[in-house]
Structures are given as structure tokens and as C-alpha cells.
């Protein structure tokens, strides 16, 4: 892919609009942020629920429902020239309905910082954003990862199945291995402790998360909000747990930098 060939999506897929879009539908709250930034608000003609970023930037967008349940027929309505959606966040069923009505569907797959620059470059290309994208690139490419001796080791928390039914068989979903949020972890100088040893995101009973005696447990407040009440329990069991805004593990792009900066902060202090 260059500057003047056709664009194509993460997945390979090529986008056919003609020249930079000038309606946009976004699917993915982190690149209805990107967008934002990209000085592209004006041109989202569509977003879901859960597009609350930047603050005021969408207020009177009409709403397509939520990541997993778009509205396809909402959305065909709207005439987008292009949806922004991403592996991580929308389903595949989806993303095909949208194609099957004719739409250009622009895919993200960021799995690692790594990737990332190359990801940011494909979606410049698509939305008319070259210099935006590879000036944001350019600031990834270059982060270097934060040093500690020894690295902590840390356990994320996805979900929880039954907090009202809490004990040692309660299922409780981990950030694992292969996915961006471990990445910012291990760049912010963590050792993600692979309680599960594959998955991306492992179901591990209660009671094994507490034997793997991670040196902290992060307790992000999305997609599950996790808080004082979590905190309050792992204390019981002797393990150092705390809190983090969840758009640090989840919202690659523009924040990417300070994300790393905010989980190396809590893992040296917090």
C-alpha cells in the first residue's frame, strides 16, 4: 500500500472509495476518537453508544446501538462512503451485512503496539489522513519501553461471572497473551503472568488467579466495572489490586503514548 495506491483495511481488504470520505459511520469508540482527532468529527454521520470521546464531539451524532449489535439497517441509511469498524470490537456477521449493502468497511487489527504504526498508516490512507497518520505513527514507532528490575508481575482482569457468588470456583476473565492491552503492560516495563497458558483472554477460576500471586492485580473499569469493591476483596486475599481507566488498555491511537505513561505510573507507585 503507498500514499497513492488503493487502500486496503488490516485485513487486506481494499476500500473503494473514491478519494477521502465525506461521510463517515464508526463503529469502534477509540477510532471515533482517532477521527476526532484527525480533525474528521464533522464528517461522522454515525456512532455508537459508547463514542463518548472526545467530550462534545458527537453529541448530536445519531447513535447505531453498541459495538456487538449495530443497527445495519440504521447505518445503510445514513449513506456512509465509509464504516470504521475493528476485529477486536465488532463482529465479522456484521462487518459482511454491511459489505452485502454495498459499503466500504475499513477493519482495524491492532493486536500489539508493534503493529500499530503500520495499522494507523492503513487508516490515514483510507480517510484522507496521510500526514496525520504518519506523524501518530512516527510518535509510536519511536516509544521506548519502560525498564524496571525486577518486572512486576501483574494480572489483568477482563470480567467476572458472579460477583454476588464469589469464591475460589467463580469464573474470572484475564487479558492474556496476543492482545494490545498486554502489550501496553509489557511496554510500560509489567510481566503479564499467564495464569491461563493460551488464549487471548482466558476464563480461570477465582481461586487460581489468587495462586498465581501476581505482584498486582489491575482492575480496569471497562468493558467490566471493576472498583472498590474488587480492590476490597483481593486485599482480603494479600494481593495488591488497583484500579486504571480501561480506555489505557483498550483505546489504541492518540493516547497510546500517555496510556503506557499512566500504567508504568501505577506500577511503580500504585
Known sequence: MTRTGTPVDDLGAPVRSAGPPARLVSLVPNLSELAACWGLADRVVGVTEHCVEPPGAYDRVPRVRGTKNPDVAAIVALQPDLVLASEEENRELDVQRLRGAGLDVHVTRVRSIAQLPGSLRRLGH?????????????????????????????????????????????????????????????????????????????????????????????????????????????????????????????WWGTRTPSAIAEVAELLAHG
Open 126 to 250: 483510507s480517510l484522507g489522513r496521510p500526514d496525520e497518520a504518519d506523524a501518530l505513527a512516527t510518535q509510536v514507532a519511536g516509544l521506548r519501553q519502560v525498564t524496571s528490575s525486577p518486572s512486576p508481575r501483574v494480572v489483568c482482569a477482563v470480567w467476572r461471572d458472579a460477583p454476588d457468588r464469589a469464591g475460589d470456583d467463580e469464573g474470572w476473565w484475564l487479558l492474556g497473551r496476543d492482545t494490545y492491552g498486554g502489550s501496553v503492560i509489557g511496554a510500560a516495563g509489567g510481566k503479564l503472568v499467564p495464569v491461563a497458558p493460551s488464549g487471548r483472554y482466558p476464563r480461570v477460576p477465582f481461586g487460581e488467579l489468587l495462586r498465581s500471586a501476581p505482584d498486582l492485580v489491575l482492575l480496569p473499569d471497562e468493558p467490566y466495572a471493576f472498583g472498590p469493591r474488587e480492590v476490597a476483596e483481593l486485599d482480603g486475599h494479600h494481593l495488591r489490586a488497583r484500579t486504571i481507566d480501561g480506555k489505557a488498555l483498550w
